[in-house]
């Protein structure tokens, strides 16, 4: 049974920092390309980042320069680290584990407001 556990979400003000986390268990975690979707009210999910099992990263353009993405294959983890956030960046975010299909978490929210 795949399962991936998002956490690390919260409430911060603009300008702040959080560090997502996404464990994953069930799959063979090395294999998989990583990536973190977001959804926000009343908008489609959107693309964040990714990252290949090489370690290649991309970035939706709105992030890029602020977040982070990374993996710890030892730990079947990926994380997003996240910086100068706006309140824009308001959202839940998802993890994502892609390989031929899509598997995702439940999502863990992020709310920057003053």
């Known amino acids: 049974q795949v399962q991936l556990v998002e956490s690390g979400g919260g409430l911060v003000q603009p300008g702040g920092s959080l560090r997502l986390s996404c464990e994953a268990s069930?799959?063979?975690?090395?294999?998989?390309?990583m990536g973190w979707y977001r959804q926000a009210p009343g908008k489609q999910r959107e693309l964040v980042a990714t990252i290949t099992i090489g370690g290649s990263t991309n970035y939706a353009n709105s992030v890029k320069g602020r977040f982070t993405i990374s993996r710890d294959n030892a730990k079947n983890t990926v994380y997003l680290e996240m910086n100068s956030l706006k309140p824009d960046d308001t959202a839940v975010y998802y993890c994502?584990?892609?390989?031929?299909?899509?598997?995702w978490g439940q999502g863990t929210q992020v709310t920057i407001s003053s």
């Open positions: 069930g799959i063979i975690f090395s294999f998989y390309r």
């Open positions: 994502n584990a892609f390989i031929a299909n899509d598997y």
